[in-house]
């Protein structure tokens, strides 16, 4: 296949070198950014949410569960983000070369991916000075982690060939990013919820981001953060988040490669 050739390979080396190194050119710290910024985000969630809201009161190192789901959170709208404007950024390069278009935007990823490995290493750190018991269960972060990545490449598959065509849809991804940020269980518990409607949390579950997060947090921090089939129980529906990245990401690289041919003439 095209997409796995050495070529293409090698380019997709260079794009996520260029990237990462375009990305904090002229700042003072520079690559110290992407530890900073999402350490920066949580200080503020901390504060505003946990200390004077007291969400997650009743929940065992709740600030590192808080961490945890931003980084997550961080990592799925830098990657459908960058991968959204990604073909529209590489024109130029479109219009020179012949080569896999997913190479483009599949650099977006790897570049958010890299950062969210940083981040999570920080999350480790912060875990066991807050008095987190890794186990073995925390190797179950790295399927959660491939499920997160194609869930997100399949997006920015679909929005990057959408954004060609359409530039209406980053203001309007901007604005569902804002929403779903709120109706994912990352600066509450999903206790908030269940405690008051079971119904609203199985529905709420049912997002793979939710899923995702909440696994994440079982399997890192602590049982008491309700994976989705600990509050549903038929098989349907618990195998119903788990199935939508692969379906996402399939609808996605179908998409995208019926249009990738148009790209350079409409650029």
Known sequence: MKFFSRENQILLRELVKTD????????????????LKPIMLFAIMYVVFIR?????????????????????WTFFSEATNMGMMAIVNRGDLLRKLNFSKQTVVFSAVIGALINFSINVLVVLVFALFNGVQLTWQALWMFPLTLELALLSYGIALLLSAFFVRYRDIAPIWEVVMQAGMYATPIIYPL??????????????????????IQDMRYVLIDHNNIPVWQIVHNPLLVAFPYVIPVVVFAIGYWYFNRNAKYFAEIL
């Open 20 to 35: 990462f190194k375009l990305r904090y050119q002229g700042s003072a710290i520079g690559y110290l950014w992407s530890i």
């Open 52 to 72: 004077f809201l007291r969400f997650g009161a009743d929940m065992p190192h709740f600030a590192v569960a808080l961490l945890l789901g931003m980084v997550a």
């Open 191 to 212: 206790t908030l919820i269940s405690n008051s409607s079971m119904l609203a949390a199985k529905a709420v579950m049912m997002n793979p981001l939710a899923q995702i």
